[in-house]
């Protein structure tokens, strides 16, 4: 492969070029690409101390900060491998991702110590090995974030890798089963780097405010392309998102850009117009939807707060990256849309269960080949070989295109509901149950049905103050879906109560189990 600077390699270009520009923050500390690149290289340096070897695994339990920055570029410049874990998993669930890639050593959040406890006597990680990070004294066994890095030069680390190298072992999020490993190398990220920066239009003169977390593809792709291009990364390092405080930090830290998922939107538009005209956001040219299926009232709400900024969607995947993106000028016109192939990525396909292509219109299940997709699952060569159709990649997803060559994702493969024979797909009868004025959030999943072998149910959580009846939902949906689609019942919870992922999915699997 020709070569491809890394994303270490990329921060040391920056620190000569740009030494005292701000490279990355979060919204209480910041570093001049100059500090950055030296806190990262004696990082890289400590880990190699360590006894850790090119091609090692280390793995991350954090919640969002700027070390990640800093994590990041270190692993990237020692040839190591990051495995950053979703921080809500709990003991057992971190213990099968420690196993499953077998590391090495593992960085883990003063606040998520507790994660770690429960499984310490059951990890193979040799003691001197386990890293706390956090500004409290570091708990007997572990070493001290800040007192690796002390102990360590800030000179280039000796390690050299290669574009075809695993940089990151990305675990998906495991809303159909156990997570899985998505192995994603160095090359790739550079290539979705340079395709990033030329289809969404970024420069270094961009600031980017990283909210999902940085144990998600999002954050980690976005943060590689603007730090690529010697733009600044500032990282929301709050642990819940509030959406006052988000407009708020939108306007201190002068962003240009951020991405977020439909539930994150949704939230900030619930907030009173005196709130909104609070923070005025004329900073932002650019905001992204994304990590979930974007309902039509909800991209409509965002484009008019926001209107001095371009809206996008993307359509991807930890293992896909990037595949379609729905631009500025299409939001309109292509409303409910992820829009066309991604440039640089090659042509979508849309298969029926015999690996046909589907009639223009018609479901059938998306399979991409991107130039950045990932190298396979760890370990699991079957699962890998399941996933393509020669060098197209499926996630699993259901899509339609139209004769524009559109794309609109109708649901997960593992969410169609099957009732009486139909194929109903949920975010179809979501889309229109979210229209409802009383509705702030809804799922609808499958319940188990005697004669249908499968009905329609809702769980749906209300705007705040408002209150209505099944009856009353169902009969919205009398007027706006088929009568085979139409909820057979409907429940109303709290968002407590909802399950989802760290991004924001909502987890069908779990409302389906709770049945």
């Not at 070493?143 to 998906?172: H, I």
């Not at 990033?196 to 998600?216: A, E, K, Y």
């Amino acid at each position: 492969m020709t070569p491809l600077l890394s994303m270490g390699e990329t921060l040391s270009v920056n620190a000569y070029l740009y030494p005292d520009k701000m490279g990355a923050c979060d919204l209480r500390r910041s570093m001049s690409f100059r500090v950055w690149n030296q806190r990262a290289c004696r990082l890289a340096n400590a880990l190699l101390g360590l006894g850790l070897v090119k091609g090692d695994r280390i793995a991350v339990l954090a919640y969002n900060c700027v070390e990640w920055m800093e994590i990041y570029a270190a692993t990237a410049k020692a040839g190591l491998v990051a495995v950053p874990i979703n921080f809500r998993l709990l003991g057992d669930d971190v213990l099968y991702i420690l196993n499953d890639c077998a590391a090495r050593a593992l960085i883990v959040q003063d606040e998520l110590l507790d994660s770690v406890a429960a499984i310490r006597d059951l990890l193979s990680i040799p003691g001197s090995n386990l890293i706390h990070l956090g500004p409290t004294a570091a708990p007997a066994g572990f070493t001290a974030y800040e007192s690796l890095l002390g102990m360590a030069a800030d000179t280039e680390p000796p390690a050299k890798t290669k574009p075809e190298d695993t940089w990151v072992l990305m675990y998906t999020s495991g809303t159909t089963g156990k997570p899985k490993g998505a192995m994603r190398s160095h090359g790739s990220h550079a290539l979705l780097n340079f395709a990033t920066l030329l289809d969404m239009g970024f420069s270094r003169d961009d600031t980017c405010l990283l909210v999902m977390p940085m144990c998600h593809a999002n954050s980690l792709n976005f943060a590689s392309a603007f730090s690529y291009t010697g733009a600044t990364c500032c990282v929301y390092d709050r642990k819940s998102f509030d959406p006052e405080h988000m407009l708020q930090a939108l306007s201190e830290t002068h962003s240009t850009f951020t991405s977020l998922v439909p539930t994150h939107y949704v939230m900030m538009m619930g907030l009173s117009q005196t709130l909104k005209a609070k923070y005025p956001a004329d900073c932002v040219r650019k905001l992204l939807i994304s990590s979930a299926p974007a309902r039509r009232d909800t991209k409509i709400a965002i484009m008019e707060q926001f209107r001095n900024s371009q809206l996008l969607e993307l359509y991807g995947s930890t293992e896909q990256g990037w595949a379609t993106l729905l631009r500025p000028s299409e939001q309109l016109s292509k409303l409910g849309s992820v829009g066309r192939e991604f440039t640089g990525s090659g042509r979508i396909r849309l298969l029926d269960e015999e690996g046909c292509e589907v009639p223009e219109g018609e479901v059938g299940e998306l399979y991409s080949r991107t130039p950045w997709c990932f190298e396979g699952y760890w370990n699991l060569p079957e699962k890998t070989a399941e996933a393509f159709r020669g060098s197209y990649l499926s996630v699993g997803d259901m899509a339609r295109r139209d004769a524009d060559g559109f794309y609109t994702l109708v649901d997960r493969k593992n969410n169609m509901i099957i009732s009486g024979g139909e194929n109903i797909y949920p975010s179809e009868i979501e889309n229109v149950l979210g229209g409802h004025p009383k509705i702030r959030d809804v799922a609808v999943i499958g319940r188990p049905d005697a004669k249908w072998g499968e009905a329609v149910h809702a769980v749906v959580i209300l705007r705040e103050g408002e209150t209505t009846t099944e009856g009353e939902i169902v009969e919205w949906c009398s007027a706006r879906l088929a009568k085979y689609k139409r909820p057979k019942s409907v429940a109303f919870i709290a968002e407590s109560e909802m399950p989802r992922t760290a991004t924001g999915k909502i987890q069908h699997r779990i409302l389906k189990s709770r049945q």
